[in-house]
């Protein structure tokens, strides 16, 4: 995973609640196999016509917009299906952090496991953001996951939290399975208890 | 030793899977069942390749095909679709590679896995379950805890059998009293969903209790839990009790004999105690529950069937009326409008939501001696090949047919756009899937989410119709 430790760039606003998976990535562009290549399909119905041309009117095919490594958004970002296939959409694309009042669980887990960072903040600092993010390239938005704080374009520094454990492991980069893997030995031993105890799960 | 504090059914699954509790109070859980299908695998098993990983507990692991496949006879002459192909070849070479059980696509037991793994009683009460995909709350029907978990989690639960959890917060919804005529476990969780809204679980796992609950039957159940998640909860359950027992005693792969004596008095002290704590209670009076329809592009957008729909400019703020209105315009809707009236082009019987024999049987009471309006397609999807099975044995597939539904072979078909079976551009469905969101049965589709009942009742009018107009007729 790549480490996330802090990020200024221009940030895309899309003022919605309810942002689910399917839209971030319809299940249709679910068929590979591979982790790479999903951001051109990030959004696709919104940002595609019917024939495959663009729709000009959806934020992500204005400049500056085209390069936003930041999305500002409502409530209950990531609803829906458990596809991990949107945060590799949005990382594909160049989106490593998403700002929202709150998220939808699976969606926020699958964030941490891929180095994109969920923020969450009061809906009413999310519309200043939105503000900000309203004037384009001239207005970055700073992310520093270090110090946990969000740098408006005017340099008022807005505070967040994130879990130690998860913070940790995003600053570092750090794949949770290898760390899991050092306690084999509690894994053993909880096996053979369950064997004993419940017989039935083992066949 | 002082006398323990009253625990949910929640906690008492949670406490007896937790190898290890980290410094931060991050626990280390133990996954029971790990059930695996196409689309959300394969680069799971890329992961261990690379790190020369194996599958740690290949017993505790069952893989099945079901999202990405043609549900007609084609799948008898190979998957047409070369992405969807090797997707699926991909599942079978992983299979074989690291010695995880595979249900084949052309085996009687295949069949959607929310579907597959109560049937075959691979799914038990008090377990921990999880498979790559969201709708695992279903198998909480069970009395387990199940949730869905991404790819990397997949690929964490296949390397250690184990996930990093933090404790979810306990939210209990009591539906007490007794169902309506023509209402049914759907209508329920869509009225919960109506209440709660899409983030109202957030956080939490929900546990349904009450007579209204009790009085549903496994599949009833499933569809209840299945759906918890569109109410924001990762997972949702039912403690189990006697109708649980009845089922898994039935089922293939349930323990039987000393085995099952003795997993049923595990099985009886899992119920939440008397005064448990929940963080969370939502109470709804079951004789209050109409048949539910949903009528724009989020699972809370729901209304009795005898509604209108809403004015957008009705709305308290303006971040919610341009909800509104993108709502009523993608669904091609006019405020006020009865939602009786709105003529479907497809009706879809099917999906891990309602797909189980006791919705097909449903379906085929009310189709019985009736025909599918002309110029509606209606599609009845059988969960499993076991269902189809007995359906068939039933005699239920040929009612269907003789109405002009079609009868087709199990998987998850039209609830997700993914294979086949998709929706059109501005064609309206009946369905009794679980997600309404814009392009999700098909770009530019318009889905209407309701029971099997009401879905039957509506490929018989044409239009969105009242179930309680069309009951099974005495004789035909």
Known sequence: MQAFTTLTGIAAPMPAANVDTDKIIPARFLKSISRSGFGKHLFANMRFNPDGSENPDFVLNKEPYRKAEVLIAYENFGCGSSREHAPWALLDFGIRCVIAPDFADIFNNNCFKNGVLPVRLPREVCEQLMEDARLGGNARITVDLEREVVVRPSGEEIPFKIDPLRRHLMLNGLDDIGQTMQHGASIDSFEAKQQAAQPWLHG | ?476
């Open chain 2, 1 to 476: 030793m002082s006398a323990q504090k009253p625990r949910t059914l929640f906690d008492k699954i949670w406490d007896a899977h937790v190898v290890e509790t980290l410094p931060d109070g991050t626990a280390l859980l133990y996954i029971d069942l790990h059930l695996t299908h196409e689309v959300t695998t394969p680069q799971a098993f890329d992961g261990l390749r690379a790190a020369g990983r194996k599958l740690r507990r290949p017993d505790r692991t069952l893989g099945v095909i079901d999202h990405n496949i043609a549900t007609d006879a084609s799948r008898y002459t190979g998957i047409v679709d070369p992405e969807s192909r090797l997707q699926v070849e991909t599942l079978e070479r992983n299979a074989v590679e690291f010695g995880m059980p595979l249900i084949p696509l052309l085996d009687a037991r295949q069949g959607i896995v929310h579907v597959i793994g109560p049937e075959l009683g691979r799914s038990l009460p008090g377990m921990t379950i999880v498979c790559g995909d969201s709708h695992t709350s279903t198998h909480g029907a069970m009395g387990a805890l199940a949730f869905g978990i991404g790819t990397s989690e997949v690929e964490h639960v296949l390397a250690t059998q184990t996930l990093l959890q933090k404790p979810a917060k306990n939210m209990q919804v009591l539906v007490e009293g007794n169902l309506a005529v023509g209402c049914s476990g759907k209508d329920i969780t869509l009225a919960v969903i109506g209440k709660i809204g899409t983030a109202g679980g957030t956080g939490h796992v929900i546990e349904y209790a009450g007579d209204a609950i009790r009085a549903l039957d496994m599949a009833g159940r499933m569809t209840v839990c299945n759906m918890s998640i569109e109410g924001g909860a990762r997972a949702g359950m039912v403690a189990p009790d006697q109708t649980t027992f009845d089922y898994i005693m039935k089922t293939p792969n349930g323990p039987k004999g000393e085995a099952f004596e003795q997993a049923l008095a595990w099985w009886k002290t899992l119920p939440t105690d008397a005064g448990a704590h929940f963080d969370t209670v939502v109470k709804l009076a079951a004789h209050e529950i109409a048949p539910q329809v949903t009528w724009g592009t989020s699972p809370e957008d729901v209304l009795p069937i005898t509604g209108v729909v809403p004015n957008p400019e009705e709305a308290a703020d303006e971040a919610r009326r341009a909800q509104l209105r993108r709502m009523v315009e993608y669904m091609g809707l006019t405020p006020g409008q009865r939602l009786q009236d709105l003529k479907i082009d497809v009706a879809f019987i099917g999906s891990c939501t309602n797909s189980r024999i006791e919705d097909i049987r449903i379906a085929a009471a009310i189709a019985r001696g009736r025909r599918v309006a002309d110029g509606v397609r209606a599609l009845v999807v059988p969960g499993s090949g076991l269902v189809k099975k007995q359906a068939e044995a039933e005699g239920l597939d040929r009612i269907l047919t003789e109405a002009g539904f079609e009868w087709r072979e199990a998987g998850c078909s039209m609830c997700l756009g993914m294979n086949p079976d998709k929706l059109t551009p501005g064609q309206r469905s009946a369905s009794t899937s679980n997600r309404n969101f814009e392009g999700r049965q098909g770009p530019g589709g318009r889905t209407h989410l309701l029971s099997p009942a009401m879905a039957a009742a509506a490929a018989i009018a044409g239009h969105l119709a009242d179930v309680r107009d069309y009951q099974p007729k005495e004789s035909v």
